[in-house]
């Protein structure tokens, strides 16, 4: 999970969403593998900097979209369903697609000039 001493948070935005938002993409880029175990209320709270009950309700809401698990006393688990963490995943990358689509128009991009710029970002990181 990401190693977030006191995590900066958006005041325009409940932190719970936030803390929620972080663990989901730790989850969806593979750095919490399905099926591994998640850390206590206790110890998520303390890392991030935030009130246990708000870690609490993050993780909740991650249990009821099914992306983590309790076991009674055995403490979360990510879920070990890839078709799911999969079909987020890809939700996740559509909307980063469409952020960046939108905002090379209104920057007056054609589509094509678009997808012909593409090449050349991946060369620049090379």
């Known amino acids: 999970m990401a190693n977030t001493a006191e995590a900066q948070f958006n005041e325009s935005m409940p ?21 591994a175990k998640i850390d206590s209320v206790r110890d998520l709270a303390v890392r991030f900097g935030v009130n246990p009950n708000t870690m609490q309700k993050a993780l909740s809401e991650l249990e009821r979209e099914e992306l983590l698990h309790a076991e009674r006393t055995a403490g979360r688990f990510v879920t070990t369903n890839k078709l799911l963490i999969e079909s987020i995943r890809y939700k996740e990358a559509k909307s980063i697609t469409e952020g960046f689509i939108k905002q090379m128009k209104s920057l007056g991009y054609s589509e094509e000039e678009i997808i012909d710029f593409l090449p050349y970002t991946f060369k620049e990181e090379e």
């Open 15 to 35: 932190i719970y969403l936030q803390l929620m938002a972080t663990i989901k993409h730790d989850i969806i880029s593979g750095s919490l593998e399905p099926g």
